[in-house]
Every structure is written in C-alpha cells, then in structure tokens.
T-cell receptor
Framework: GAGVSQSPSNKVTEKGKDVELRCDPI?????LYWYRQSLGQGLEFLIYFQGNSAPDKSGLPSDRFSAERTGGSVSTLTIQRTQQEDSAVYLC?????????????????FGNGTRLTVT | DQQVKQNSPSLSVQEGRISILNCDYTNSMFDYFLWYKKYPAEGPTFLISISSIKDKNEDGRFTVFLNKSAKHLSLHIVPSQPGDSAVYFC???????????FGTGTRLKVLA
C-alpha cells in the first residue's frame, strides 16, 4: 500500500511568513510523529499523536510551532513567523498502535520529508 | 542531555570489506534497539532491530550486536556494497512507550 506522504517536498519562504506542512500517514496507523533534522544534526522529536488522546507536544521548540491531526488521519504542522533557524527537513512518521510493553515495538514509517528553507 | 551518541559522523569503507557503525546510550531503561538507514531526499527506513534479551541479531549481510553492560551497540555490514552508502541512525527505545530517540547518525560511504 501507499507509504507516508508529505507535502510539499520543498518549501522556500521569507522570514516572518507562516508555513503549513502536511502529512498523510499510512492508512490504519494510529500513531503519528513529527521530527525535524537540522543540518548536521540528528532527528529531533517535535510532537506525537495517538488516536484521540491528547498529543505530546513536549518537543515543539517554541509557541510559533503548532500541529493538529484531523479525524485521526492527516496532520498539519504550522510554523508561524518563520525564522532562519527553522530551516530544516521536517519528517513525519506513523506506526501502528503500541499494544503494550510485551510486544509490538513497531518501527516508525517515515515520509520523505519537507525541506524548509527560510530566507 | 544526549541519551544516544554516534561518535563517528562519517565512515568510508572499501567495497567488499566490513563496515562497523557504533552507538552508545546512557538510559538503562532502553530495551529495544533499532537501526534506520537514510538515503538523501528520502525518509529513514527501518533496517534491523535487537531486543535487550539478545546480544546478537543477524539479517543477511546485517548484524547488530548489543553489549548491555557497556550500553553499546554496533551494526556490522559485510560484505559492504556501494548501495549501502547512506546515513545510519541508531534509535534505542523503551518498550511500552512511544518516544523514539535517534542518534545523530553516521554517514557511510562504500567505495567501489
């Protein structure tokens, strides 16, 4: 079936503008993650959605960042008043529901990312 | 607080030889360890994993070794092929939790 789909693949924006990044997870995957990879850095956790539970937003770097997931499927990451340090590749991943401690350490399935450049 | 370290940012290996990528962690609660491979302009893809109840897991040319007492794991690729050239991330995990933490990655270049 189809993998995780992200759009746009590339986005160039001027400092101070708002941007929206979209993620369409694998059908049936209830867990959805956003990560970002800045130049020369590892993958930085941003936010996690699981079903109808409250999301874990602990990784969002500032209040300019927000994300929502509508209908338990598509997710949008919004960055307001973009800054040059926001330039990075933003990666979305999904996985089946974690059924508990004794099983199902399901790997994450990543999209190809959105490369955001703030000029 | 870096819980996961991949101290070699890059590695070059001749085709046919062994590639060894290393990963160190600090959190003793990690009990499941994954390796991901990432090509340019693509997302990371799952490669191989190991549970803390094992010290070795092999899948074809790829073998992961886990040394729990040293909090160290390594990925061996043998024989290395040019198509293995990519960035490799280790991602330790605690079962029953949802947060996956990734190392900074090691860029492997296999020379033909």
């Amino acid at each position: 079936g189809a993998g995780v789909s992200q759009s746009p693949s590339n986005k160039v924006t001027e400092k101070g503008k708002d941007v929206e990044l979209r993620c369409d997870p694998i059908s049936g995957h209830t867990a959805l993650y956003w990560y970002r990879q800045s130049l020369g850095q590892g993958l930085e956790f941003l936010i996690y959605f699981q079903g109808n539970s409250a999301p874990d937003k602990s990784g969002l770097p500032s209040d300019r960042f927000s994300a929502e997931r509508t209908g338990g499927s598509v997710s949008t990451l919004t960055i307001q008043r973009t800054q040059q340090e926001d330039s990075a590749v933003y990666l979305c991943a999904s996985s089946p529901r974690d059924r508990g401690r004794s099983r199902n350490n399901s790997p994450l399935h990543f999209g190809n990312g959105t490369r955001l450049t703030v000029t | 607080d870096q819980q996961v370290k991949q101290n070699s940012p890059s590695l070059s290996v001749q085709e046919g030889r062994i590639s060894i990528l290393n990963c160190d962690y600090t959190n003793s609660m990690f009990d499941y360890f994954l390796w991901y491979k990432k090509y340019p302009a693509e997302g990371p893809t799952f490669l191989i994993s190991i549970s803390s109840i094992k010290d070795k897991n092999e899948d074809g040319r790829f073998t992961v070794f886990l040394n729990k007492s040293a909090k160290h794991l390594s990925l061996h690729i043998v024989p290395s092929q040019p198509g293995d050239s990519a960035v490799y991330f280790c991602a330790p995990h605690t079962s029953g939790t949802y947060k996956y933490i990734f190392g900074t990655g090691t860029r492997l270049k296999v020379l033909a």
